[in-house]
């Protein structure tokens, strides 16, 4: 047999197997009475079949209150305020989503939407992406100084 044919066997037995029950095999082993707590008292019952020298120090670390003490965790600094944006950039975001959006909305809501009403968000959002590409700009930053690095 090569070892394709072996593989389609095996697919065979699987799927012939698929509908029938599986055997009870966990049936054999009886559940242990000392796994059967009731739940209201389960603390208790626990520290009951603990060793009575074993007991007294799961007491003594029940009343053990860890420190809040943060020790050698890092906490990170509060992080920096987020910049200002001009008047420009903030009317050029407002132009670039608020195009769509419009556009969007009227059509979910049913408004009518005449030719320049479509012209002006499509221009709206074509205007504000262009916007932003020329504000981002491809100079150095102002405060780079005179020795920038490699400019290629």
Do not use: C
Not at 46 to 65: C, I, L, M, N, Y
Not at 110 to 136: E, Q, R, T
């Amino acid at each position: 047999m090569t070892p394709q044919s072996d593989e389609d066997e095996v697919w065979r037995q699987i799927v012939a197997s698929f509908n029938e029950t599986a055997e009870p095999t966990s049936g054999a082993q009886p559940w242990p009475d000392r796994e059967n707590v009731p739940a209201d008292d389960a603390p208790q019952a626990v520290k009951a079949d603990v060793p009575a020298e074993t007991r007294e120090r799961e007491d003594e670390r029940d009343d053990v209150v860890p420190d809040d003490d943060d020790g050698d965790h890092y906490v990170p600094p509060p992080p920096p305020p987020l910049p200002k944006m001009d008047t420009g950039t903030k009317i050029a975001w407002l132009a670039l989503f608020g195009g769509p959006a419009y556009l969007l909305l009227a059509a979910l809501l049913s408004w009518p939407m005449d030719g320049w009403i479509i012209f002006a968000a499509i221009a709206a959002f074509i205007g504000g992406f262009v916007a932003l590409i020329v504000h981002m700009g491809d100079g150095s930053p102002p405060d780079s100084g005179w020795d920038d690095g490699a400019v290629i």
